[in-house]
Every structure is written in structure tokens, then in C-alpha cells.
């Protein structure tokens, strides 16, 4: 008789850490089966350092088959989940189709970029959610430096000089920061651009740096970045985005030929998919993470409305604290529907953030107590090494080497623009045929 299939959709935070659960607790009573566009999982929160050079893009992905032995990994995006008929429908990588049946269903498939309708946006906007992005951007922005070089014309120079960031929330500081300190080391190469200027605009619609989080570290990133010369606009935003600049809300035009899109996430589309109850866009579920009326069903991260406990009649933020803990969680609850182990509901505890900010700058709250400098620094980068589930050695040469010397500055070209759309559901492949 074939043993149970338990199958994972997504190896995001969530979804990675309910594999491994799996793999260690319910091994024995059921296959467990990762179906993911790509064969690692991404430790999202170092993309800024791959995008300003810091990291090699290797060092922030973590392979699924050499740090989850036994799983069975299926490459694909999946497309439709049927209820009724337990199935999962995918595409591959070639374009190939294939259905996973399933006698228990882990939906962890994350979120994707969050696209507002604003003219020009996803034509001209860069996105920031996956390898090829970060990789495109760094290309991007080292581009625009040596253009700049070329230029004859004074306005033409100063607008390739102009970084537009679109997003103050945790992802959009830290891209500022590392794209900043990118642009410095980039024009030290360039003697004929000395004296010049870069300008670098941070635009959100909030009233502060880091929306939502603690006023001392909104307060710390805002000092940081505006002592480097980035311009803050608080209660601005783009109302249209073009080829040569952007219009912001507030009337002017501002001549750039980069415009980074950091404004949010949404949850992926497959949630909808299954034509089950949602809340704020994301797959409704209870205390214990499972869908209301399909036990066989459980959703975490992202993609998932998790009732916080912590503040009764709200939904878990999407933050990657929370994606680790309900994928832990998700998978000791399947494991209890096999007899190892009893069922808990979700409950957490804040343990604070850390927010990079380059150089020798970061902001953070370890168990609420507020540091900045290089106390900060040290957490933050003690958090990510601990956090990560392989190559903290390598990670951790990078950023020596970075601090003694200098970040690489030539462009590579692997990814070209076309493809990485902002308008995806799928951020973390290219896809050559746009």
C-alpha cells in the first residue's frame, strides 16, 4: 500500500520550514513533496546586499535537496489547486504540466510584488522580490554611472544620477541603503564624474522611514540615510512613471532613468485559486492554521489570513517572523493528524527586527531594547548568520571582504530587463519570452 503524500507548495520562509519539519516528524508516516519554481530557498531578507554588491547571490540560497535530505523535489509553479479532487496542477520549467495528488496540503506559496494603478508603474519600474531582480538592478544601476560618464549633456548626466525608490517599509530602506553605497564606490572609478552628485529619492505616502515599526529605528534609518546625502519624502508618492522620469504627487517631475518599486507585497494569486474563504486577500484559516471545513488543508506565511493572538480581530502581519514560526507550526500539526505529537494553535512572541543600512549603519530592537551603530550592526549581522540554514561561512567572507575592500563594478549582464517584469507572479524566475 503507498504511504500518505503530504505536499508543500512553496519553500519560502513558510514553506521551507514546514518541509523540514516534515522531514524530521512525519517521515515515516507519509512522502513529503516540495513543488517550488526553483530548487532553493531564499533567505529574502540579504537580497538588498546581492543587489549592492556585498553578496554573491549563492551565498543567500540555500539548496532544498542538500538541506532537507529525503524530501522529493518537484520544479514548478503551481497553478490550481482542486479541492474537491485533492490535486495540485503545476508548470514546469520547460513547460511541461503535471497534477500532484495530496493526502494532506501545505499552501505556502508567499506573496509577490504588489502592483498599484499608477500610469507607467509596471512599465518602467523595477521590482524587487527575486535573484534575477536584484541581479538586474545592480546591473542596472552600475550602467547608469558609466552612461553618466559618456554623457555631454549636463541634464542627461544628472538624471542617470538619480535613483528614485518608491517604498520606505523594511525592504525599500535597506535597497536605498545599499544602492547608495553601491553608487559611491561605483563613481570612485570614475575620474571624470568627481564633484558630481548623485541624488537618491526615498518617496512613501507614511508619515515615517519603516512605517508600522518602532520609532527609534524609524528615527535611526531616517538619520543614517539623510546624513548620506538620500533625499526623505515622507507623504509622496509617483502619480506617473515614464522612460526619462517620474511625476510625484505632489506635482513635480523628476528626470531619472531608475525607479525601484519597494511599495509591498500581495499574497500569491493561487490562493484564489481554490475558490475557498479569503480575508484581505489571503487563504482564511483558524488558530491551528487549517482551512475551515478542509482539515486535510493547512496555509501559513504569506498567503495565509492567520488570526494574531496577540490582537484579536487582526490578521498576522506578513513578515518573515511569522512565515518561520506557522511553517514550524504547520508541519507539527500535520504531524498530529498522523499521531506524532498533539495539535497546537498559533501563538507568538516579537522578538523585535534589525534593519541593515550599510557601511557600518543598522537599526534594531532585539526584545524591544533599541540599538543603533555598531551595536546594531553586530546584532543584525548575528541575527542573519544564525537565521540562515547554510553558507554562513562564505556569507560571512563576503562581508569582510566588502568591509576591507571594495564592492565589484562591472556589470554582468545575465539579466536583461525585459526579463523581469514587475507584473509577475513568479519575481523569483527570469522569464526570457517578455
Known amino acids: 500500500m503507498a504511504r500518505a503524500r503530504i505536499v508543500v507548495v512553496g519553500a519560502g520562509f513558510a514553506g521551507y520550514q514546514a518541509a523540514r519539519t516534515l522531514l524530521r ?98 512599465d518602467h519600474a523595477h521590482g524587487f522580490r527575486g535573484i534575477p531582480e536584484a541581479l538586474h538592478l545592480r546591473d542596472h544601476v552600475i550602467r547608469q554611472v558609466e552612461l553618466a560618464d559618456a554623457a555631454t549633456d549636463p541634464a542627461e548626466r544628472a538624471a542617470r544620477l ?20 553601491l553608487t559611491r564606490d561605483v563613481l570612485s572609478r570614475h575620474p571624470r564624474l568627481a564633484g558630481t552628485r548623485p541624488r537618491w529619492l526615498l518617496l512613501d505616502t507614511a508619515d515615517q522611514v519603516l512605517p508600522g515599526m518602532d520609532q527609534r529605528m524609524s528615527a535611526t534609518a531616517e538619520r543614517v540615510l539623510r546624513e548620506r546625502g538620500v533625499d526623505v519624502r515622507m507623504g509622496t508618492s509617483v502619480s506617473v512613471a515614464t522612460a526619462t522620469g517620474v511625476k510625484l504627487t505632489d506635482g513635480r517631475f523628476v528626470e531619472s532613468h531608475t525607479l525601484v518599486w519597494c511599495v509591498g507585497v500581495r499574497p500569491d494569486p493561487l490562493a484564489q485559486s481554490t475558490g475557498l474563504p479569503m480575508a484581505e486577500g489571503r487563504l482564511r484559516v483558524d488558530e491551528y492554521l487549517a482551512v475551515p471545513g478542509h482539515p486535510e488543508i493547512l496555509a ?35 504531524a498530529a493528524s498522523y499521531g506524532v505529537g498533539r495539535r497546537r494553535p498559533y501563538r507568538h512572541r516579537d522578538l523585535g527586527f534589525v534593519v541593515d543600512l550599510g557601511g557600518r549603519h ?29 553558507n554562513r561561512f562564505r556569507t560571512a567572507a563576503d562581508w569582510l571582504f566588502t568591509a576591507v575592500g571594495s564592492r565589484p563594478a562591472v556589470q554582468l549582464g545575465l539579466v536583461p530587463g525585459p526579463a523581469v517584469p514587475l507584473d509577475t507572479d513568479a519575481p523569483e524566475l527570469a522569464h526570457p519570452s517578455h
Open 162 to 181: 538619480t535613483f528614485v525608490i518608491v517604498g520606505a517599509g523594511y525592504t525599500g530602506t535597506e535597497v536605498t541603503a545599499q544602492i547608495e553605497l
Open 300 to 334: 501559513c506565511g504569506d498567503a495565509a489570513a492567520v488570526p494574531d493572538p496577540a490582537h484579536p480581530g487582526r490578521l498576522t502581519p506578513m513578515t518573515a517572523q511569522h512565515a518561520v514560526r506557522q511553517g514550524r507550526l504547520a508541519g507539527d500539526n500535520i
Open 25 to 122: 516528524r512525519a517521515r515515516g508516516a507519509a512522502e513529503v513533496v516540495l513543488l517550488n519554481p526553483t530548487d532553493y530557498f531564499l533567505y529574502l531578507p540579504l537580497l538588498p546586499e546581492v543587489a549592492g554588491g556585498v553578496l554573491d547571490p549563492r551565498r543567500i540560497t540555500v539548496p532544498l535537496t542538500g538541506t532537507l535530505p529525503g524530501i522529493r523535489l518537484v520544479l514548478g509553479q503551481a497553478d490550481d489547486v482542486d479541492v474537491d479532487a485533492r490535486t495540485v496542477s503545476w508548470t514546469g520549467p520547460e513547460g511541461e504540466r503535471g497534477t500532484l495528488g495530496y493526502h494532506r496540503l501545505v499552501l505556502a506559496a508567499g506573496s509577490v510584488n504588489k502592483l498599484l494603478p499608477i500610469p507607467g508603474v509596471a
Open 362 to 390: 543598522a537599526a534594531a530592537n532585539p526584545l524591544h531594547v533599541p540599538l543603533s551603530g555598531l551595536p546594531a550592526r553586530v546584532v543584525t549581522r548575528g541575527y542573519h548568520l544564525s537565521a540562515l540554514p547554510a
